[in-house]
Structure formats: C-alpha cells, structure tokens
C-alpha cells in the first residue's frame, strides 16, 4: 500500500512539473534584445536612455522587454502601448517599483511620488490636490508670482542696457526656486545658509543623488551592501534635509493661524492639527510632501522654461510671430499679467510644441501590481514598467516630421497634453498622472510671455540660431547640457 501510494506522489509530482514547465513556455513574454548574464540589458543603457530604448524599440517593437539587471522591465514606446499602460490596465501598473534613494531622502517613500500604490497614495493624493495645487491655491499665490517675475525682468532690464550676456538657464532656475520656496515655504531660501553650502546646493545634491545610476535598484539584495556609496551620502543629505524641515515647521507653529494667505506648511500642519486626513498624518508626513513639492516642481518647470526658449531662439520667426500676438493682446505700454495667457493662442501652441520636442521627464517608471497579458505579451508581477513619452513624442507615424519644432502642427487640432491623448504624455495620464500640472503650465507660459514680450534676444559670440546646441542632460529632470546663454534689448516703452 505504501508502495502504491509512493507511486502516485511521484506521478502526480511529475505531472505537476511537466504542467508548471508547459505553462511557462506557454506565457509569451515581449520581444526583446540579447542580454549578458546577470548585468541583463543595463550594458546597453548609456548617458541618455531614453534615447538607447527608443533606438531598441525601433527594432524589437513598442512593447518591449528588456531585464534592468535583476528586474524584468516592461518598455512601451508607442501610442496604442501607452494607452494600455496608463488607461487600460492602469489599475495594475499604478504601483512605484521600489527608489533606494526616496527610501531615504523621503520618510521610506512616504511622498507621493514615490508612495506604494494603496490606500495611503490615494490618500496623499487627495490631500495635495485639493488643499495644494487647486486652481483656488493656485489663484491665491498669483500676486506672488507677479513680484517675483517682475524682479526677474527688473534685474534683466539693467542687464540689456549694458548689453550683458545672460544665462537664462541660472535665471529660470532661480525663479523657480523662489516661486517654489515662496508657495511652499513662504520665504526664499536660496541665500540662507543650510549645511553651510545654502538652500540650491543641497538641493541639487539631492536631485543628483537621487538620480545617479544605484545598484540597489536593479540588485536589490545589494541594496544594504551599498557597494557605491551612494546609500550613505544620501543619509547623510537626508539628516541635513530633515533638520531644515523640522526647523521651517517649527517656525511655522506659532505663526500659520493668524496668517491670510497660507503656505503649503501652514496648509499641511491645519490639516494635521483638525485631524481632518482620517489617516495618520504627522511631521513625517509633512515633510514628506514638503520634500515632493520642492524636488517635482522646480527643476521640472524651469526646465521647460528653458526648453521653450531654447528653441523660440533658435527659430526667429516663431519669436516674432508669438511677440506679434503678445503686441497685439497686451500692447508695449505694459507686462504681460495673468488674465492675459488666456487670450494667447500662439503662446499655447508654442509651449505645447515646446513639450512635445522637449519633455523634461521623458522617460516615467511604474510597477506591475500583478501578473497580466498585454497585447498577448505576458507580464509578470512586479516588473517595472517604463513609459518612453520621448519615443512616444517623436514617433514619425504620429507626428510628421517629428524631430522639427513646428508650433503650426497644432492648429486645428485638439491634441492636448492633459492626459487624454497618448501621444502628448509630458504630464503621464492616469492615476499616477502629474498632479501640479494645472500650476506648472501656467508658470511656464508666463515666463515665457514675459521674456518674450519685454525683450529682444541675441545670441552671442555670432552663432547662429541654426547652430545654438540641443544637447541633453539625463536626470530626474532632462534639462540642457550647457546653460542657454542670450543678449536681451528691451522691446516695452518704459
Ligand atoms: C508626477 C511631469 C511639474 C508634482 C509627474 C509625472 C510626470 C510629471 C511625467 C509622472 C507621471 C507618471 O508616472 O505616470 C511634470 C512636468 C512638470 C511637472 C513636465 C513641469 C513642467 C510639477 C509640479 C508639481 C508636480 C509643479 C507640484 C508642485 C508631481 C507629483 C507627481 C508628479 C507629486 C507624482 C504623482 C503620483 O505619483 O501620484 N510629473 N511635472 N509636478 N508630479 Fe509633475
């Protein structure tokens, strides 16, 4: 009897291998290119990546598969892949593969760009984009905006008189930077002293660091060995970070009740002190979405700003044909306001061309929350998945002549870029879609207007429009190579 029961347990074991080895050959997992033992594909990713994946796709195809050392990672390089990425199967893709760096810098992924998807996401989520970046919250910092772009063209104007070279990528940068500190802090920071280095080095340590290539993202069980180093800088930046934190908030305890227009900090501690989150929501939470607010939206908008006009001087007939309208809807007795951006069709064709050519995210990472089939492709759980909206915004059966900037391409059409059509993806779409999109337009069309409407731009040393470089730096936010240097006249009567 023994014998006979021994008998069937093996059989059945066979049985069950044979299935279980037949279903595996059975999944069809995406194309993809020949990859090396252990490293996987990582050796064909150089310094812009997502150039490297938009070449691969070309030749293994709009879903591809490639294996980013230990984590299989799912490419989508095309509109239909996009669309079943972020509407489709949306649901099972909105999870944050795992950051080693926001494990640090940001509470344990405590923010929202980094948050697990589940029930905390979708509650820091709700919070931000009601109490945080509405269209009421945005309205309320519009005067603030004002002064601060006002102190821009200011300091500008003295600089055209003496017929200064300017470097618009450190001016963009700084705006941004107060903009941010201002609505989130409600002060600058950029002269103030932190870690003895000041507020935009630290800053700009911890962009770099969090973008700098870590093993422990594509070897986890490297992750605690920390074979580069980088896990340790980075605790060391998180101490600094969160001493700054902690003190800004303190300030804040005494000041924020009596205050009209409040700060996202005074916004965040009401919000801590009514119990109103329904959730457990303390100092760390705080500074976790401080962190996310300062890190997504200045580096992001500033370098749109600076993509835009890098290709405005490069192309001096769609310069004067957008300083045409501003002359037209504003006039030259004064500086472009607000309630004019509505009135600026040109304006708007310009900066959605200026994000299509140029998305300063071009490359936006989720995570497989189960196993699914796309397209008859099987995708496990817990692959990574990689939106390349830079292939995607340059693909030439979607966009003729795709590498050109050609603002006309959008007349009469109804292409935006708020997430409904896949082929315009500089924000994502969907539930991980970026939320301070409403805010980070409207500064960069401003901005923009701004420069435009009260100056006349040169470049310098002779080169010519033809020949000013578009040359890329990869990060958590792509932005120029070298800064864009310009000589500004002033166009405005006084
Ligand atoms: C997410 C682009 C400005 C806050 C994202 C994503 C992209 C993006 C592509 C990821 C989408 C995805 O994973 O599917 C941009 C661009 C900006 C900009 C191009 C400027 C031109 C801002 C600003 C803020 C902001 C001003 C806030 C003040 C966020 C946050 C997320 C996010 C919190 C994460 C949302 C989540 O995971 O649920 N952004 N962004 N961004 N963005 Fe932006």
Sequence with gaps: ???????????????????????????????????????????????????????????????????????????????????????????????????????????????????????????????????????????????????????????????????????????????????????????????????????????????????????????????AIDLQGITRKLKDLSKVFDEFLEKIIDEHVHAHEQKQNKDFVDTLMDIMQSGEAKFQFDRRHIKAILFDMLIAAMDTTASSTEWILTELLRHPQVMKKLQKELQEVVGLDRMVEESDLENLNYLDIVVKEGLRLHPVAPLFYHESLEDCVVDDFHVQKGSRIIINCYAIHRDPNVWPEPEKFLPERFVGSSVDFRGRDFQLLPFGSGRRSCPGMQLAVTIVRLVVAQLVHCFEWELPNGIQPCDLDVDEKFGIVTC????????????LKK
């Design 480 to 491: 120029r190579e070298k800064p864009l240097l310009a000589i500004p006249t002033n166009r």
């Design 1 to 223: 009897m023994t014998f006979i029961w021994a008998i069937l347990v093996v059989a059945l074991s066979v049985y069950a291998l044979y299935e279980l080895l037949n279903i595996q050959k059975r999944k069809r997992y995406p194309p993809g290119p020949t990859g090396l033992p252990i490293l996987g594909h990582l050796h064909l990713l150089g310094k812009n990546p997502h150039k490297d994946l938009q070449k691969l796709a070309k030749k293994h195809g709009p879903i591809m598969y490639v294996q980013l050392g230990l984590v299989p990672t799912i490419v989508a390089s095309s509109v239909d892949a996009a669309e079943k990425v972020l509407k489709t199967y949306d649901h099972i893709f909105a999870n944050r593969p795992h950051h080693e760096a926001s494990q640090h810098l940001a509470y344990g992924q405590k923010n929202l760009v980094f948050a697990k998807y589940g029930v905390y996401w979708r509650n820091i989520r709700k919070l931000c984009t009601v109490h945080l970046l509405s269209n009421q919250k945005i309205h309320s910092f519009q005067s603030m905006r004002k002064q601060e772009v006002e102190l821009l063209i200011e300091s500008l104007k003295k600089e055209a008189r003496d017929r200064v070279v300017v470097d618009l990528s450190a001016n963009t940068t700084s705006l941004n930077a107060n903009l941010t500190c201002s609505m989130v802090f409600g002060k600058k920071y950029m002269d103030e002293d932190l870690d003895k280095r000041g507020f935009k080095a630290v800053v700009q340590d911890v962009v770099h660091l969090s973008a700098a290539p870590n093993l422990g993202d594509f070897f986890p069980f490297l992750g």
